[in-house]
């Protein structure tokens, strides 16, 4: 869904206030001509994502943090902003975050503004569709290449050590969205802390630190017409530690033919072409030359962070149906099904 704004609407959709943001926006990006318009794109399920454009067409990228309530530490685009920059100076396809308004009398919110990226995300069958057979091959050995590449970074080298943090990224995660479960839940849900006691229990050493993405997935990028990568979206839950966290996220929305796994998105990778996820994983093997033993802790980690994240977007679909799009009020039973898919992963931990 696209909520869409013109010239000549001075209300503007929901999150921005036209004329301050036009007026900020002209001063602080070089070359921006108004008015502006702005579309948003998405459904709002997290950062709010909008395409800018100008008097001359020139296009860019506007991100804000959702409307209402939000958890503590979420949805930092000050965060996001000093990551894409050190990265898309680094060479990797990031878009470059032009800049950065932490003034929340402008908008009500901090925001960045980042280049425009042309290409498709892939985040309906329909669209995936559009790719042909050898697109979707060359697009599952691009993600991965991409999440590689991203893994072999040095985080002084890129000016991102400040980033590190004590302890394993699987001791931080589970700190911290047992935290965001508690504070977010709409009901008791056993299953969440069930997992969470088994994941703690079986928490592998981790032997080495990265920038992870903190949220990889098809949909998070931009893809080509031959399915090549243009540019890796969305750094709100980038965080540091072992790369296989990040390769577990991948899994976990990873959709294969006959298996009803992905959730919160449609069975986009279950398409004919895609690689199923043991292609995926042998590939980021092959690729980066890691050891995967400990992947299926990780996929099992996702998936139960994954349970609490939609928790989240469910309670503030809750508060203000603004924040959702269509089928929110479905998540709630979202969230037991990823719990006891999280729970499968654990008890084959255990065996």
């Known amino acids: 869904m696209t909520e869409a704004i013109g010239n000549g609407d001075q209300a503007g959709p929901a999150g921005i206030d036209v004329e301050a943001v036009t007026k900020w926006v002209e001063q602080e990006v070089a070359g921006v001509v108004g008015p502006l318009c702005f579309d948003r794109v998405g459904d709002g399920r997290s950062n709010l994502t909008f395409t800018v454009t100008d008097a001359n067409d020139r296009r860019l990228i506007l991100r804000r943090p959702p409307l209402g ?78 999440l590689g590449d991203l893994h072999a970074l040095d985080l002084a080298e890129v000016g991102l050590d400040t980033l590190r943090r004590p302890g394993s990224i699987a001791e931080r995660q589970l700190r911290r969205w047992r935290r965001q479960w508690e504070d977010s839940r709409t009901r008791d849900l056993p299953a969440i802390d069930r997992v969470a006691d088994q994941l703690q229990a079986a928490m592998p050493v981790e032997p080495e630190v990265r920038l992870i993405h903190g949220d990889y997935r098809l949909d998070n990028t931009i893809i080509g017409e031959t399915g090549g990568v243009r540019a890796m979206l969305d750094w709100e839950l980038c965080s540091v530690g072992d790369p296989l966290a990040d390769l577990g996220i991948l899994l976990a929305y990873w959709s294969v033919p006959g298996e009803d796994t992905s959730v919160l998105l449609p069975p986009v990778t279950a398409l004919p072409g895609f690689f199923n996820r043991e292609q995926i994983a042998q590939e980021y093997g092959r690729v980066t030359g890691r050891d995967l033993t400990n992947l299926p802790f990780y996929v099992a980690l996702a998936r139960w962070r994954l349970a609490i994240i939609t928790e989240g977007i469910y309670r503030r679909w809750l508060n203000d149906p603004a924040n959702g799009g ?22 084959q931990l255990a065996g």
Do not use: W, Y
Not at 78 to 97: C, I, K, M, N, T
Not at 108 to 131: M, N, P, R, Y
């Open 69 to 146: 309530e939000t958890l503590a530490s979420a949805h930092n685009v000050a965060r996001e902003h000093l990551v894409a920059s050190a990265l898309h100076a680094a060479g990797l396809p990031v878009p470059a975050s032009l800049a950065l308004c932490e003034d929340l009398s402008v908008t009500g919110a901090a925001f960045l503004v980042a280049d425009f990226v042309d290409g498709q995300v892939i985040s309906t069958v329909e669209a995936a569709e559009k790719l042909d057979n050898d697109a979707r091959v060359a697009a599952s050995r691009s993600l991965v290449s991409t």
């Open 326 to 347: 269509p089928g929110a009020g479905a998540l709630g039973g979202a969230v037991a099904q990823l719990a006891e898919m999280a729970e499968e992963g654990v008890a």
